[in-house]
């Protein structure tokens, strides 16, 4: 009966022009560049070869593609000894090709990879007239595929007889294999000869592999039959040890119609991950193999929530710090720009102690630890100007200000569980007079003490006690009082939410997103439309020396409803943030809300000279300051810029209109910062907005159980 079966659905798909695939996964290995491993690191070439052989069978590896430069000299014959050793140990396991790189001509490739090296090898087609390309064949995942191996830079010749082993092979789903085709930005000029002379026309072709140009990229091409065509680059051999054992892992995963690119080092046991080295592609397996697109990897978590806490950067203005001076006694240190922590300094000679505090941390209004936060991380940073020996750091648990004195404090803090904590919460350097900490930033980790006053305790801040009685080399840093912002003391505090709230993150293009709208309103440019750009600029002086301002105006939509995703219009909102991704370090801008419309093709003359914070165009009153007033391009580092923009999503929630927000440069804001905008090419760096909320218990349900519980009582 099966037997009927089977050949009743043979005539049947014979006779509709369908095909029998049978669904198996199976894997393809890339190994580019070589020559570096053939020079100085041969046992690292032959650990991928042997990781190959060892994993064909869990991997399912049907071929072995190298993609060229085998060798760097191409004259010498140890370095082609060695790649002869590496590859002889797929030989007779693994069926695989070897193409020829621009480090590889000679008659050494010829010798050690013309067609005698294949005789015998299963699925060996042959080679073109000179030897120095060749073509299998290998049956996988229910197909017979066709793998061309082409020289450095195929000439007329060798793409002929690449034609004519097509021709040949009609219908089968054919890889291209090449050492230059791909490089960092697009087809090269021997990549596009390739493209016009061979594959754009070749429908059977889905695939072309490259080394030679040092990194990662793809690209979807459409070919003449309008079908894509997978391209990819891969080059580790920039990397440490010659390329630190990365290859290629292409996965073809028949069953769920994808093909899986992995980017792995035999050595190290390693992936690389980032979106150039770790991708997939939509894939129908039918009676052909159609590549439909790339598939953008699932959206990152949003990342976690740091406050950055620093006097005078983001309208901050709460930081106490004084020193108390063993050898002056009675006079208030609190206007110093720096701070002292010494085992002996001064005359008479005694200790130096240093008193530090952040106020204003736990609130529920921008910039402080709001509640249903948990802090997760708190680091004080301070910026060193003189080595020392070191300090330990101890929790005060007595108020003072920074009038204090060794003589008020009762001669300096004592570290008794009364003034301060016995014992310290982190200690830096050790108690020896030598210069145990160097100059720039110290990071000291004070989550302990942070937690606590999250919780409820009082926050009296920190101690900052000499090693005693050897650490005699004083340790100097600046104080809050120091001119340059971005030089004082910093409190940093990761935060994470409570996981009961409920989470709404807003992205373009994340999870069918469509909403974002951004733009830059460009003074010396004052009728370009900006809305397409895919970086976005916020300065006070563009082009420089001009006093030209650049403003950005931003928008997420659909922000409420009851669709997947929104935001339910009866929650109560926790917190919210606005996140960026600073790729040009500035000064600083502020953040004001929206008052009127407008459209992501406004211009700055459409607006009327950009906009204005006059409460009828943008709020007066700047929702939040990012930065600084001045010109540092440091106020504001690359990375992530998070805002929390917590009041105005309740307002917009309480029924105020939603027109997003304008970041306006301060006066004085002469170093602009860019960000990537919502039209940036990579989904995860664009503009996102994440909201944490909780929804109430309906309030009718809660009646309507009491009053039925009411009834039931007074019943009995």
Known sequence: MRTVFIHVLAVFLFLTGWSLVWADAFSLVALPDTQNYSTSYPEIFM??????????????????????????????????????????????????????????????????????????????????????????????????????????????????WAQSIINANPGKPTIVSTHDNLNLTGRSTNGQNLWDGLVKSSDQVFMVLNGHWHGEFQQLSLNDSNDKVIEMLSDYQSYSNGGDGYLRRIEFDVPNNRINVQTYSTTKGTYLTDSDSQFSYDVTFGTKIQVNG?????????PAYT????????????????????????????????????????????????????????????????????????????????????????QMNV??????????????????????????????????????VGTGTVGLNVTASVKNWQEGSANHGWALMPHLPNGTNGL???????????????????????????????????????????????????????????????????????????????????????DAGQIPTESNIAFARLILNATDAGSGFTVHRMLRPWQDTDTWNGLGNGVQPDGIEAAANAELTVGANDSNNTNVPTGLIQLDVTDTLRAWLAGETNFGWAFLPYLAGTDGIDYYSSDYSTRDLRPMLVVNYAIPEPVTLLLLITGLGVWARRSV
């Open 47 to 160: 650990n991928q070869t042997q990781w190959i052989v060892d994993h064909r069978a869990t991997e399912n590896i049907a071929f072995v593609t190298h993609l060229g430069d085998l060798v760097n000299t191409a004259s010498s014959s140890e370095e082609w000894t060695r790649a002869d050793a590496a590859m002889d140990t797929l030989h007779g396991q693994v069926p695989y090709s070897a193409c020829m790189g621009n480090h590889d001509i000679g008659s050494n490739y010829d010798a050690y990879f013309g067609s005698s090296r294949y005789a015998g090898q299963t699925g060996y087609g042959g080679s073109s007239a000179n030897q120095r390309n060749h073509y299998q064949t290998f049956s996988a995942g229910g197909y017979e595929f066709l793998h061309l191996n082409l020289q450095y830079a195929p000439d007329t010749a060798a793409i002929s």
């Open 476 to 562: 100097r840093f600046h104080a809050s009082e120091i001119d340059t912002a971005n030089l004082r003391p910093k409190l940093q505090v990761t935060v994470e939410m409570d996981p009961s709230l409920k989470e709404s993150v807003f992205q373009q293009g994340r999870n069918g997103y469509a909403g974002a709208y951004d733009t830059e309103l460009r003074q010396s440019d004052p009728d370009s439309n900006l809305g397409g750009a895919t970086s976005l600029s916020i300065d006070a002086d563009d082009p420089s020396g001009t006093g030209g301002d650049t403003q950005n105006l931003i928008r997420f939509d659909d922000l409420f409803g009851t």
């Open 399 to 436: 108020g003072w200000d920074e009038a204090a004195t060794w003589s008020s404090m009762s001669q300096g803090i004592q570290t008794d569980g009364i003034e301060a904590a016995a014992g310290p919460e982190t200690s830096i350097g050790a108690n020896d007079g030598n210069a145990n």
């Open 294 to 302: 790339l598939i953008e990897p699932p959206p990152s978590s949003p």
């Open 307 to 394: 406050i950055t806490l620093q006097d005078g950067m983001s309208g901050y203005a709460g930081t106490q710090d004084t020193e108390l001076k063993y050898a002056d006694q009675t006079t208030g240190q609190g206007g110093s720009t720096v701070i002292n922590v010494d085992a002996s300094d001064g005359t008479p000679s005694g200790p130096t102690q240093g008193l530090f505090r952040f106020d204003g941390l736990v609130g529920d209004t921008p910039g402080k630890i709001r509640p249903g936060m948990k802090v997760t991380a708190a680091t004080l940073t301070l910026d060193v100007t003189d080595a020392g020996s070191g300090l330990n750091v101890h």
